[in-house]
């Protein structure tokens, strides 16, 4: 009699149809967050290589001694804007995106430091008509080394650009991320040798 009632009960439990459908249920989230995660990760690294490029050739051309003309600077960078958009058309660069700052030497653009002077009241500041080297020129004290502009020739130029856009996959919710991306590129390029490098000029702090 047990036997009988047992029979359809041992049945059910052996049916193995439909089992295919709940486990594809239970791993389909992690694995199209794996997948579409691994598109985005290649499609950031794609982008990046895209800016860089574009930095680099831009950087080429800035640095001919046109490259100080602004209209001339301001078709280098739509260049830029043009290659990656063309892989990304939501790409985004505003007026800020683009930067230029020039140096001495390559070692100065790697590691900016202050202008030397002589700070004969020790009080950290440049002022009181204390004398101070113009290393780039620009006749202002520059705390930090840094000059923005193109620079003079055979300076060291530090050219950089940022992109903003959104994510292909809108996963990154789902992983506490933001949605939208923010990648920044930049080389240092000597300025072509169109000229006689000007020398060092000592200023007096005051006239900064």
């Not at 100065?108 to 113009?134: H, K, L, M, Q, R």
């Not at 290393?135 to 060291?156: K, L, P, V």
């Given at each position: 009699?047990?036997?009988?009632?047992?029979?359809?009960?041992?049945?059910?439990?052996?049916?193995?149809?439909?089992?295919?459908?709940?486990?594809?249920?239970?791993?389909?989230?992690?694995?199209?967050?794996?997948?579409?995660?691994?598109?985005?990760?290649?499609?950031?690294?794609?982008?990046?290589?895209?800016?860089?490029?574009?930095?680099?050739?831009?950087?080429?051309?800035?640095?001919?001694?046109?490259?100080?003309?602004?209209?001339?600077?301001?078709?280098?960078?739509?260049?830029?804007?043009?290659?990656?958009?063309?892989?990304?058309?939501?790409?985004?660069?505003?007026?800020?995106?683009?930067?230029?700052?020039?140096?001495?030497?390559?070692?100065?653009?790697?590691?900016?430091?202050?202008?030397?002077?002589?700070?004969?009241?020790?009080?950290?500041?440049?002022?009181?008509?204390?004398?101070?080297?113009?290393?780039?020129?620009?006749?202002?004290?520059?705390?930090?080394?840094?000059?923005?502009?193109?620079?003079?020739?055979?300076?060291?130029?530090?050219?950089?650009?940022?992109?903003?856009?959104?994510?292909?996959?809108?996963?990154?919710?789902?992983?506490?991320?933001?949605?939208?991306?923010?990648?920044?590129?930049s080389t240092v390029i000597a300025n072509?040798?169109?000229?006689?490098?000007?020398?060092?000029?000592?200023?007096?702090?005051?006239?900064?």
């Amino acid at each position: 009699m047990l036997t009988k009632f047992r029979r359809p009960f041992v049945k059910v439990v052996k049916d193995c149809e439909g089992t295919s459908i709940v486990e594809f249920a239970v791993i389909s989230p992690v694995m199209f967050t794996l997948l579409f995660g691994g598109f985005d990760f290649g499609h950031t690294l794609y982008m990046k290589s895209v800016l860089q490029g574009a930095i680099n050739k831009a950087a080429r051309d800035s640095a001919l001694e046109t490259g100080t003309v602004a209209e001339v600077q301001a078709a280098v960078d739509q260049k830029v804007i043009d290659q990656v958009t063309a892989v990304h058309r939501t790409a985004e660069f505003d007026t800020d995106s683009f930067s230029r700052s020039y140096f001495r030497t390559f070692t100065d653009a790697a590691f900016p430091e202050s202008e030397v002077w002589d700070d004969t009241n020790s009080d950290g500041e440049c002022n009181n008509d204390e004398n101070y080297i113009d290393e780039n020129n620009n006749s202002t004290f520059d705390a930090d080394g840094i000059a923005d502009g193109q620079g003079y020739t055979r300076d060291a130029v530090k050219y950089s650009a940022t992109v903003r856009y959104d994510r292909l996959f809108p996963l990154a919710g789902l992983l506490g991320i933001s949605n939208r991306v923010e990648l920044t590129a930049s080389t240092v390029i000597a300025n072509q040798p169109y000229g006689q490098k000007a020398a060092a000029i000592t200023r007096k702090c005051e006239d900064a």
